[in-house]
């Protein structure tokens, strides 16, 4: 456990301001987490079922895969980033952490001159401007993590470690097809007690997995670029943009045209 953190990898996907209203309302899940923090007003949101009051000075956080809803009333200012947070490459952190959603911060004016700074760099792909990108990240991401792992967690993370490369090359290769013998190759399993196993330790089968990782990845590309349909279908391994849509929908019951207007609802 106390090399939890050392894997860590962040990738930021975006980093705006917005001046929210009554538009702000939509219900999502998404595969990356989000970070908020109030300058102006006051929101309302609820991150799994849980209400959380949006509070000038305050830091809020939404775990990747939480179910977000959003009650959008009287306008509210917020800087929202957007970001993956990975250990050993591929789990996300808060499928093994659970978050402090809302922190009260002591110093607000130093935390939101952090975040003003974390945007106005955070378009720039220079290698000083990822760095310290990442770094900023990482400190807004300190707030929210608990002092101790509860018990239990250890034993999930080692359940975890021994599919790491196999998920690893899941990632790498998302835009191809995959067999499960080439999967459990990688874990050097035979296949029957490969399925078996990694489907024990993540609820779905390696195929399914797979499937719902092209989903996951093709979600980000709509949330954070621009690219066409047809791009992203090639880059997460669908045969065309009619079949990834048709797919998209079966996961998501939104289309990726609208699952793109209403995750980018944020950066009105």
């Not at 990738?11 to 702000?24: D, F, P, R, V, Y």
């Not at 209400?51 to 775990?63: A, E, F, N, S």
């Not at 967690?153 to 835009?175: Q, S, W």
Request: aromatic share 12%.
């Amino acid at each position: 456990m106390e090399n939890l953190l050392d894997t860590l990898k962040i990738e930021l996907h975006t980093a705006k301001h917005s001046i929210c209203g009554k538009w702000w309302r939509f219900e999502l899940c998404d595969p990356f987490t989000r970070i908020y923090y109030i300058d102006s007003g006051e929101g309302l949101m609820f991150v799994n079922g849980k209400k959380v009051r949006l509070l000038k000075g305050h830091l809020y956080i939404v775990p990747a895969f939480s179910r977000l809803k959003t009650a959008g009333k009287e306008d509210f200012g917020q800087h929202w980033i957007h970001f993956s947070a990975k250990i050993y490459s591929t789990v996300e952190l808060f499928k093994i952490i659970d978050p402090v959603l809302d922190v009260k911060l002591e110093n607000p004016g130093e935390i939101e001159e952090r975040v003003k700074r974390l945007l106005k760099i955070s378009k720039n792909n220079d290698l000083k401007s990822r760095f310290e990108s990442d770094v900023l990240v990482r400190y807004l991401l300190s707030f929210f993590i608990p002092k101790h792992v509860p018990a239990g967690h250890g034993k999930r993370i080692e359940k975890l470690v021994k599919f790491t490369a196999v998920l690893e090359f899941i990632e790498k290769n998302i835009m191809r097809q995959m067999s499960l013998e080439e999967l459990s190759s990688r874990a050097g399993l035979n296949p029957v007690y490969f399925s078996n196993s990694f489907s024990e330790t993540f609820g779905l089968s390696p195929v399914k997995y797979v499937n719902s990782q092209r989903i996951e990845k093709a979600k980000i590309y709509l949330a954070s670029s621009d690219k066409r349909l047809e791009e992203i279908a090639d880059a997460t391994g669908f045969t065309d943009a009619f079949y990834f849509s048709k797919i998209f929908k079966k996961y998501t019951g939104n289309s990726p045209s609208e699952y793109r207007k209403k995750v980018r609802y944020e950066i009105i």
